[in-house]
């Protein structure tokens, strides 16, 4: 009954953990680029969570529940890892984008198109390639910022006649 308990307790701080860290994308203004990425606090959370699950996997005697804490665990870590690596970078050469599965890059002199709808900004090339930058969770302040900043620098990519 008390390991029943305690594997109830450490389930509630996992969910607990992932609801007071929920946050958007942060956009941070360096040099002279925009940079948007999960802030730390967002990334610890849901890795807390991972531990957390982990801690009730060790306490379940019951081999099913153990597996299935141990499932919920793997995925936790992989999506900690997910948006520890999730980055967009705009910068006066391209648009970056970096996630677990590897980076793509986008030079602003090779955007064919953008198109800006509720979700995200698609922006693509002339050849077919495309980023997808899903921008619905940022605050309208940074999603019109980054908006900006790529009609900005896609401007000055364009040869002058």
Known sequence: MLRASAIGGLLVLAVAALVATARAPQLTVEADALRLAYPPARIAGTAGAALLLAGAAALATDRRVKWALGVAVALGLLHTASLAAW??????DALYQRGLLGSRVL?????????????????????????????EALSPQHRAALERSVAR?????????
């Open 87 to 92: 980055t967009v970078r705009a910068d006066a």
């Open 107 to 135: 030079r602003w002199s090779e955007v064919a198109t953008i198109v800006n709808d509720p979700a995200g900004l698609v922006v693509t090339a002339g050849d077919g390639r495309a980023l997808r930058v899903e921008t």
């Open 153 to 161: 620098r896609i401007e000055a990519a364009r040869p002058r006649p």
